[in-house]
């Protein structure tokens, strides 16, 4: 049933390649935003759900 709809599609090849490509990117970013991270700031964040309101 998909096949003939996206048999239409003029360059459908192409939309998996960017998708990955811009999934690629965004999960190379995280991880180097997270390697790069200060220690102090990931420590904060692992205990925040943790504190109350009177702890912050």
């Not at 003029?10 to 935003?33: D, K, R």
């Amino acid at each position: 049933m998909f096949t003939n709809y996206l048999k239409s599609i003029e360059y459908v090849t192409v939309y998996p390649i960017v998708s990955l490509i811009c999934f690629m990117a965004l999960f190379i970013g995280v991880v180097i935003w997270a390697l790069r991270a200060d220690d102090k700031y990931i420590r904060r964040m692992e205990h925040l759900p943790l504190d109350t309101p009177a702890d912050r």
